[in-house]
C-alpha cells in the first residue's frame, strides 16, 4: 500500500467518522474498559483508555484509523499490561465467521491469485505460480450463500442462548462483524464472572463438540420407545430432528444422527469466545478490510448484508487494480479485473486497496 492509498483511506474513514459518530455504539463503564486501534499501514495500538464517550471520540476521529476496538472485560487499571489490569468480568461474546462454515460455494469464490502477474486459479494454492513461477497468495471471497450460512448460525446461537441457557432475548445484541459474520453480545451478568473454561464448554456446546460420538447417540435412541420423551437441549434437538425424518430415511439411524446434529450445531468461533482479555471491534466502528460498518442488526428477516453496513460514500475513485474477482454491494456488480484502471464508487473500492489488491490512481 503507497502513502497516496493510505492517506485516501485514511479520509475516507475520517469524513464517516466525521459525519456518523453518533452511530458509534459504546459500552457501558467506558472507563473500565481497554481500548485499542490498528492505523492504515500500521500495527496495533492497545491498553488505551478513556474517561468518557467525548474523549474516545476525540481519538477516533483524530486518529481515524483502520480498526476500533474495545474490550468485553471490564478493568480495574484497563491501560496497564494484562497481568496488572486487575481483570473484573467480561460480557460473554460469539463470533460465527462465514470463513469457518463448510459451504459449497467457496470452491468457486476462493482463489490464488499471483501478486506478480495476476493470474489466478481455484484453490489448493501451487507452491509457485503457474505461469511465471511467483509467488502465489490466497483470496476468500464471500457470497450470498456464505452471507446466509453466517445468518443461520448466528440465529442457531440465539436459539441455544434463549432455549438452553435461559437468557432474555433483549439482552442479546446482534452486530454484523463489518466482513463476513456476525458478533453477538450478551448483557447477562450471569455469564460476566465466567472463566476461560467455562466459557469454552459453551461454546463446545453450541459446536455440538461436546456431544457422545453419533454412534452412541443411535444406539441410545435404537432402545428408546418410539415416542419416548424428548428430553431437553441436544438431546431434544436431535430427538426431534430424527423422529421427524426416520420413516422415510433411506440411509442408517447414525448417519442421521449426524446430519440432526450438523445442521443445528452453530459454529461459533471458540478462540473468541474463551479469550477473556480480548478486544473486539467497536460497535458502529468501520471494518478495517472492507470500510462496512459494525452495524446493529435489529431484525433478520429485514437486514441486508451487502446493503446496510455499506455506509461510505459513493464518490467515484480511480483505482489501479492488479486483481480483483466480481464482488457485489448496494446491488451492484463489481469486477472481476485484472491489471486494469477502474473508476468505481468509494464504498467498493476500499476493500481492494485495504487488501493491497490495488492503488489509487
Ligand atoms: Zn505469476
Ligand atoms: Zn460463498
Same mark, same amino acid.
Given at each position: 500500500?503507497?502513502?497516496?492509498?493510505?492517506?485516501?483511506?485514511?479520509?475516507?474513514?475520517?469524513?464517516?467518522?466525521?459525519?456518523?459518530?453518533?452511530?458509534?455504539?459504546?459500552?457501558?463503564? =467506558?472507563?473500565?474498559?481497554?481500548?485499542?486501534?490498528?492505523?492504515?499501514?500500521?500495527?496495533?495500538?492497545?491498553?488505551?483508555?478513556?474517561?468518557?464517550?467525548?474523549?474516545?471520540?476525540?481519538?477516533?476521529?483524530?486518529?481515524?484509523?483502520?480498526?476500533?476496538?474495545?474490550?468485553?472485560?471490564?478493568?480495574?487499571?484497563?491501560?496497564?499490561?494484562?497481568?496488572?489490569?486487575?481483570?473484573?468480568?467480561?460480557?460473554?461474546?460469539?463470533?460465527?465467521?462465514?470463513?469457518?462454515?463448510?459451504?459449497?460455494?467457496?470452491?468457486?469464490?476462493?482463489?490464488?491469485?499471483?501478486?506478480?502477474?495476476?493470474?489466478?486459479?481455484?484453490?489448493?494454492?501451487?507452491?509457485?505460480?503457474?505461469?511465471?513461477?511467483?509467488?502465489?497468495?490466497?483470496?476468500?471471497?464471500?457470497?450470498?450463500?456464505?452471507?446466509?450460512?453466517?445468518?443461520?448460525?448466528?440465529?442457531?446461537?440465539?436459539?441455544?442462548?434463549?432455549?438452553?441457557?435461559?437468557?432474555?432475548?433483549?439482552?442479546?445484541?446482534?452486530?454484523?462483524?463489518?466482513?463476513?459474520?456476525?458478533?453477538?453480545?450478551?448483557?447477562?451478568?450471569?455469564?460476566?464472572?465466567?472463566?476461560?473454561?467455562?466459557?469454552?464448554?459453551?461454546?463446545?456446546?453450541?459446536?455440538?463438540?461436546?456431544?457422545?460420538? $453419533?454412534?452412541?447417540?443411535?444406539?441410545?435412541?435404537?432402545?428408546?420407545?418410539?415416542?419416548?420423551?424428548?428430553?431437553?437441549?441436544?438431546?431434544?434437538?436431535?430427538?426431534?430432528?430424527?423422529?421427524?425424518?426416520?420413516?422415510?430415511?433411506?440411509?442408517?439411524?447414525?448417519?442421521?444422527? $449426524?446430519?440432526?446434529?450438523? $445442521?443445528?450445531?452453530?459454529?461459533?468461533?471458540?478462540?473468541?469466545?474463551?479469550? =477473556?482479555?480480548?478486544?473486539?471491534?467497536?460497535?458502529?466502528?468501520?471494518?478495517?478490510?472492507?470500510?462496512?460498518?459494525?452495524?446493529?442488526?435489529?431484525?433478520?428477516?429485514?437486514?441486508?448484508?451487502?446493503?446496510?453496513?455499506?455506509?461510505?460514500?459513493?464518490?467515484?475513485?480511480?483505482?489501479?487494480?492488479?486483481?480483483?474477482?466480481?464482488?457485489?454491494?448496494?446491488?451492484?456488480?463489481?469486477?472481476?479485473?485484472?491489471?486494469?484502471?477502474?473508476?468505481?464508487?468509494?464504498?467498493?473500492?476500499? $476493500?481492494?486497496?485495504?487488501?493491497?489488491?490495488?492503488?489509487?490512481?
Amino acid at each position: 500500500m503507497n502513502d497516496g492509498t493510505k492517506t485516501w483511506l485514511r479520509n475516507a474513514y475520517k469524513e464517516f467518522y466525521f459525519r456518523s459518530s453518533e452511530s458509534i455504539e459504546f459500552p457501558e463503564d =467506558i472507563g473500565s474498559r481497554e481500548f485499542g486501534y490498528i492505523p492504515f499501514g500500521g500495527g496495533m495500538v492497545r491498553h488505551l483508555s478513556f474517561k468518557s464517550r467525548g474523549e474516545a471520540l476525540a481519538e477516533i476521529l483524530k486518529q481515524s484509523p483502520s480498526s476500533v476496538y474495545c474490550s468485553n472485560a471490564r478493568y480495574e487499571f484497563p491501560a496497564r499490561p494484562i497481568e496488572e489490569k486487575g481483570w473484573l468480568g467480561a460480557e460473554l461474546i460469539f463470533d460465527i465467521d462465514a470463513t469457518d462454515i463448510p459451504t459449497p460455494c467457496k470452491k468457486g469464490h476462493d482463489l490464488w491469485y499471483c501478486e506478480k502477474c495476476h493470474a489466478s486459479g481455484k484453490l489448493p494454492r501451487p507452491p509457485k505460480c503457474t505461469k511465471c513461477g511467483g509467488p502465489p497468495a490466497e483470496f476468500h471471497g464471500t457470497c450470498e450463500t456464505c452471507l446466509d450460512a453466517a445468518k443461520d448460525h448466528t440465529t442457531r446461537v440465539v436459539g441455544f442462548l434463549t432455549g438452553d441457557f435461559g437468557v432474555d432475548p433483549e439482552a442479546i445484541k446482534v452486530y454484523f462483524s463489518g466482513n463476513r459474520g456476525y458478533h453477538l453480545h450478551i448483557f447477562d451478568k450471569r455469564f460476566d464472572v465466567l472463566d476461560q473454561a467455562a466459557r469454552g464448554e459453551i461454546a463446545d456446546y453450541m459446536r455440538g463438540a461436546s456431544l457422545p460420538l $453419533s454412534q452412541t447417540i443411535a444406539s441410545t435412541l435404537r432402545r428408546r420407545p418410539p415416542s419416548g420423551p424428548q428430553g431437553a437441549g441436544w438431546t431434544r434437538r436431535i430427538t426431534g430432528y430424527v423422529d421427524e425424518r426416520r420413516q422415510d430415511y433411506g440411509g442408517t439411524l447414525q448417519k442421521l444422527v $449426524s446430519e440432526a446434529v450438523s $445442521s443445528q450445531r452453530a459454529m461459533v468461533d471458540s478462540s473468541v469466545t474463551t479469550d =477473556i482479555h480480548r478486544v473486539f471491534r467497536l460497535a458502529g466502528t468501520l471494518h478495517g478490510d472492507t470500510g462496512m460498518s459494525k452495524a446493529r442488526v435489529k431484525s433478520f428477516a429485514k437486514f441486508d448484508p451487502q446493503e446496510d453496513p455499506v455506509v461510505l460514500s459513493a464518490r467515484p475513485v480511480k483505482v489501479k487494480v492488479d486483481f480483483h474477482p466480481h464482488f457485489r454491494l448496494k446491488h451492484k456488480d463489481f469486477g472481476p479485473y485484472k491489471s486494469e484502471t477502474v473508476e468505481i464508487p468509494t464504498f467498493a473500492a476500499v $476493500s481492494i486497496l485495504t487488501r493491497g489488491l490495488g492503488e489509487v490512481a
